[in-house]
T-cell receptor
Framework: KAGVTQTPRYLIKTRGQQVTLSCSPI?????VSWYQQTPGQGLQFLFE???????NKGNFPGRFSGRQFSNSRSEMNVSTLELGDSALYLC???????????????FGPGTRLTVL | SQKIEQNSEALNIQEGKTATLTCNYT??????LQWYRQDPGRGPVFLLL?????KEKRKERLKVTFDTTLKQSLFHITASQPADSATYLC??????????FGAGTRLFVKA
């Protein structure tokens, strides 16, 4: 089975621009979560999607948004980029069991975003 | 507010020894706790999951304990090897389709 894929792997943008990152989960996984990782803050939860619905969101400004498509692929968008948005953005997929609950997450390699 | 702490930023041990990493949390009653390994420039990789009604879980050289009274999990790597050098993250389910990660402990195993 193919793992979680993220595109692009590296991105350089300037302040004020916007960016869209893409994530393809493992086949059959319907839950997709996004995280921001920086040296100072560690892994910070951005949002989680399941069946095209956002079920939870972290403490990030409204400039950060996401969506999930019917094939479970997900995108996240950051508008009006700031220098502090430079980070590794990680996507993770998870297989929800029929009884609900939440299992291990499978992470992609991440997208390294640099804002100049 | 919900908080999760890992005992130290870095841990240095000699090859062959047992590494013990600690994860403490407050203001949670998680249904389960997970441990991940992360190598530089890569996404975390799942290692073990332990549920609230389990006291201990083992997988090869790895052992995890979960004490819901102390609100603490211990992660052990026995007979450690230089290849075990990495950052180890603990993660908690908050019950609302949201996982909180600790800052991680960087483990260095010296040959």
């Amino acid at each position: 089975k193919a793992g979680v894929t993220q595109t692009p792997r590296y991105l350089i943008k300037t302040r004020g621009q916007q960016v869209t990152l893409s994530c393809s989960p493992i086949s059959g996984h319907r839950s997709v979560s996004w995280y921001q990782q920086t040296p100072g803050q560690g892994l910070q939860f951005l949002f989680e999607y399941f069946s095209e619905t956002q079920r939870n969101k972290g403490n990030f400004p409204g400039r950060f948004s996401g969506r999930q498509f019917s094939n479970s692929r997900s995108e996240m968008n950051v508008s009006t980029l700031e220098l502090g948005d430079s980070a590794l953005y990680l996507c993770a997929s998870s297989l929800e069991t029929s009884g609900g609950g939440y299992n291990e997450q499978f992470f992609g390699p991440g997208t390294r975003l640099t804002v100049l | 507010s919900q908080k999760i702490e890992q005992n130290s930023e870095a841990l240095n041990i000699q090859e062959g020894k047992t590494a013990t990493l600690t994860c403490n949390y407050t203001n949670y009653s998680p249904a389960y706790l997970q441990w991940y390994r992360q190598d530089p420039g890569r996404g975390p990789v799942f290692l073990l999951l332990i549920r609230e009604n389990e006291k201990e879980k083992r997988k090869e050289r790895l052992k995890v304990t979960f004490d819901t009274t102390l609100k603490q999990s211990l992660f052990h790597i026995t007979a450690s090897q230089p290849a075990d050098s990495a950052t180890y993250l603990c993660a908690l389910d908050t019950g609302g389709f949201k996982t909180i990660f600790g800052a991680g402990t960087r483990l260095f195993v010296k040959a």
